[in-house]
Every structure is written in C-alpha cells, then in structure tokens.
C-alpha cells in the first residue's frame, strides 16, 4: 500500500513540472527577421494628393443600370415592291416595375397603332417585337408609345434605281450616315418589270475602268485568292450578312466604271449560320445599279467553293445551286471556284487533319490565274 501511495506522488509530480516548466526556445524564434526597413523620411517628401473632383467610389455609390432607347434592330436589307416583310424593334425594359405591367402601342402615324404589353422587369430586361415594314417609297418614322414617353423610330426606303445612300452597316444591316435604317426594293424577276430589269439595256455602254474584285477575297494563312491581281479591290464582307456589305460598297463607287466586276460571295454566311436564300437577290442588285447608271460591264460570279466542314456541305451546295442558276439566268459568266481549286479535302489542307476554311497552295493559284484570265476578255 505504501509502495502505491509513493508511486502516485511521483506521478503527481511529474504532471505538475510538464504543466509549469516552459517549452524549450527554438533556434528560428531567437534568430531576428529578415524586415525590409521603410524610408519613412522619403515618405513624408511626397506631396498629398489632391481628390477634388473624383468621383466616387464604385463601393460607396449604388449600382446605375444604362438603358438603351428603343430602337430597330433587324430589317431587310433587300425587299420585293409586292412583299410583306416585318421590322424587328427593341426595348430595354424600364418601364415595368415590379406587379405592375406597362401598357404600350407602335405604328406607322397615320395608320393604325399596335397595342401591346411589357412584362414585368423581373420577368425580362428586354423585350423584341415586330411591326410591319411600309411599301411606299421615301423616309418613314414610328412611332413607339410606352406609358407616358413616346420614341420615333426612323427607316429609309429606296427604289434601286434611285440614288443610294447606304453608308455603313449596323449589326450586320445597312444604315445610311445618320444611322438610319434603309432597305432597299426591287421588281420580283418573275414580274415583266422584273424582266426587264434583269437584262441591261443593249444600249448600254461597257465603261473603260479598272476590273473590280468585289466581295470576299477569301483569306487563309495571310494571304487570299486577289493578292497580285491587277485590279481594283473592293472588299465588302460581314460576318453575319456579307451581300448587305456589298451594297454599301457599291454605294460608295465612284467614276471611272469597272470594265469587269468579279463578285466573290465567298463563305462567311455559312461559317456564321446566317445564310438564307435572300443572298441571290444581291446578285439582281448588282445588275439594276449599273443599270440605272447607264454602263455595262461585264458581270462575273466566283462561285464559292463548299467548305471543308461536312455539316456545312449540304447547304453549302444548295446555295451554290441557287447562285448558279439566278447568275445564268441574268447572263453573267460563272467561274466555279470548286471545279477550279478542287475538293476543300486537298484544296484546304495544311497538315494531316488540320484545314483553313479556304484554298492554299497550289489550288490558291489556280483560282488568281483564273481571275487574271477572264479579267483579260
């Protein structure tokens, strides 16, 4: 018992020397740290920095969302004088406010007004709707009704014999200098009017200009399908609509008139996935304009080549079939950039398993020795 009694105070004893005794110091604790020394006295030569004016803090200030006004966003850039088309607007949704709708109406003053209704601002922050685009010729403006605030919404409609005041374009769409909407109208080629138009006069004269290159030079590793080709250039692409670019180019020619106008449509329309049938009447557009300015030149179609993608083929050759037969049938001569640079499998090809989305190499100078061939007829 007394042997038990001892070996509990040694015990004791040694659980109240591990509890008071302090650890050992270790080296890294008694080394000093390594501190920068700051230059206090080179900081108190610097002058204050005078704030008057700033604004303020983006943490201090509640956030300010800016709203667009309501505006057209999609109209057509090339329209029969007997269709019905629509004009697609916008509005950023301001007016709405929480459990309370806002009531609105749209139209063509005199004509009838279109009613309609915003949701709710937490419901969507903008809204889409459609109107119906005029038929008649000349400037016309909406006017959009939300509430108490009314907008004007201008576009411009020309006949593609009169003077054209394409300018530029505004997501993918023809705008004039003041960022007008245009549109332009044409006969349908079924129509006699249409006929006519689709045959320049014989009367005409072929002007004695440059050859032009219009459209798509079709670019791939830094260089394209025009480089070294006596001509003029005049690039008109877009990567949504490549045909509206053409019109604001041809708006922009000036005299001398091209002796030859090669248009080269290339591929950009169906890279995007934007690409209707509409782009065919781009090809009747180019006709009437010289047309009315009284000349003749010779009116080339580069017909694309279908692109190396295989979910871009099957469109890609109904597209060319529609070129083809609307270019024949106007009486332009056609040079079939496929036959010319062969399939985009070799023609496009850079390494195994690597293409450009246009010819390179030796099917490249095909297609330029085929432009400077028929820009000698």
Known sequence: MRTLALCFL?????LHAAETDPAPTTTAETEPKNEKLVNTAALEKIPPIDTTGWPESPSKVPGKYIWDEPAFTHWPGIVYRDEDRNVAFMIHNRFSRQGKLAEGAIG???GEMRAFTLPATEDALRVSGLTPLPKKMGKHTAQLKVDEESFD?????IDVNEEWVHADLKNGFPVDKEGIPVVLRIERPESQAGRDAGIIDAIGIRP????????DPMEALGS??????????????NQRFPHHAVMVALAKMQAPWPRTIVYSPGNQALFARSWTQEEERILQVIEQRWKALGVKPKLVLALPPVPVQSYLKEQAKERRDLLRRSAIFRGWSILDLEKIAGPAEEANKVA???FTNYPIGEARKRIRDAYIEILKR
């Open 10 to 14: 040694i015990l004791s004893g040694m």
């Open 108 to 110: 063509w003053p005199p």
């Open 153 to 157: 919404l201008p576009i411009c409609i």
């Open 208 to 215: 004695e200009g440059k050859a032009v290159l219009l459209g």
């Open 224 to 237: 394209d399908t025009w480089k070294g080709i006596d001509a003029q250039r005049v690039e008109a692409t």
């Open 352 to 354: 195994e398993a690597a």
